[in-house]
Nanobody, 120 residues
């Protein structure tokens, strides 16, 4: 079992910045990828950004140029720095992690979510 602990959400004014963190612990042989999704009320959960074990990154178009995802492999922690926040960025942000076992089986885990609210 793997546990994900998220932090860094909160209330921020439009144009402000936040840094989200997600630390993974537990039965981890290796982490395949870590990332963030978000879900606003009445909308589907969507990818925000993802980083692979090799350092490759993917960003949703709506955050390109405003967000940077990074990872501390030693701490099994992923960070999402978001700048220039907009009211439409308001959502619950979920950490998503894919881990691999010693037998090369992969498992997907979600964090409990952290609320980000951007006021206009």
């Amino acid at each position: 079992q793997v546990q994900l602990v998220e932090s860094g959400g909160g209330l921020v004014q439009a144009g402000g910045s936040l840094r989200l963190s997600c630390a993974a612990s537990g039965n981890i042989f290796s982490i395949v990828s870590m990332g963030w999704h978000r879900q606003a009320p009445g909308k589907q959960r969507e990818l925000v950004a993802r980083i692979t074990s090799g350092g490759g990154t993917n960003y949703a178009d709506f955050v390109k140029g405003r967000a940077t995802i990074s990872r501390d492999n030693a701490k099994n922690t992923v960070y999402l720095q978001m700048n220039g926040l907009k009211p439409e960025d308001t959502a619950v942000y979920y950490c998503r992690t894919v881990v691999s076992t010693t037998t090369a089986v992969t498992y997907l885990y979600w964090g409990q979510g952290t609320q980000v609210t951007v006021s206009s």
